[in-house]
T-cell receptor, first 113, second 111 residues
Framework: DTGVSQNPRHKITKRGQNVTFRCDPISEHNRLYWYRQTLGQGPEFLTYFQNEAQLEKSRLLSDRFSAERPKGSFSTLEIQRTEQGDSAMYLC???????????FGSGTRLTVV | AQSVTQLGSHVSVSEGALVLLRCNYSSSVPPYLFWYVQYPNQGLQLLLKYTTGATLVKGINGFEAEFKKSETSFHLTKPSAHMSDAAEYFCAVSAINDMRFGAGTRLTVKP
């Protein structure tokens, strides 16, 4: 499978706990994006990486959120001290240098109870 | 700033009828425009894209879209709806460093 892989697919956590999601992009893609999608809305940009460098962060990304892409391959998104408002689908996408569109993973659905 | 607006959060058509999903964009530079489809609990799948060149763009599953600069529109059409087309559709514009999405249009296909 050469698509974008996200794990886990679903995560239920108690409020206040920390969670971490992983994204494995298409191997030759240098750009990796994180989006958040709440029910009935389109995806909202959170952050993106070009290789290992995090080049932009949305103001939606509070101090409780951190993303890494340590070797320019897979990426992790961590949410600390989760809140109920963090419940959403977290989507990862990647893009190659000569492409226009993004390839999305299936997402991680987070439920904070 | 670049943005898209999707007109109609919910569209319902009968099987075999024309599908028309509306999208208007705002961009200070020549835009790259996209339509994505999302099935329940899935990620987004690219239907088609406009970058440069021909303004009528054909995509997968029989969908097409026409870029109209004068109307700042990029509406998605399909001549004959199929039950399997029922899904959420998102129009998007590519900004400098990221892609901005509309709020989505849920397409329902009635038998």
């Amino acid at each position: 499978d050469t698509g974008v892989s996200q794990n886990p697919r679903h995560k239920i956590t108690k409020r206040g706990q920390n969670v971490t999601f992983r994204c494995d992009p298409i191997s030759e893609h240098n750009r990796l994006y994180w989006y958040r999608q709440t029910l009935g809305q389109g995806p909202e940009f959170l952050t993106y990486f070009q290789n290992e460098a995090q080049l932009e962060k949305s103001r939606l990304l509070s101090d409780r959120f951190s993303a890494e892409r340590p070797k320019g391959s897979f990426s992790t998104l961590e949410i600390q001290r989760t809140e109920q408002g963090d419940s959403a689908m977290y989507l990862c996408a990647s893009k190659g240098p000569l492409e226009y569109g993004y390839t999305f993973g299936s997402g991680t659905r987070l439920t904070v109870v | 700033a670049q943005s898209v607006t999707q007109l109609g959060s919910h569209v319902s058509v009968s099987e075999g009828a024309l599908v028309l999903l509306r999208c208007n964009y705002s961009s200070s530079v020549p835009p790259y425009l996209f339509w994505y489809v999302q099935y329940p609990n899935q990620g987004l799948q690219l239907l088609l894209k406009y970058t440069t060149g021909a303004t009528l763009v054909k995509g997968i599953n029989g969908f097409e879209a026409e870029f109209k600069k004068s109307e700042t529109s990029f509406h998605l059409t399909k001549p004959s709806a199929h039950m399997s087309d029922a899904a959420e559709y998102f129009c998007a514009v590519s900004a400098i460093n990221d892609m901005r999405f509309g709020a989505g249009t849920r397409l329902t296909v009635k038998p």
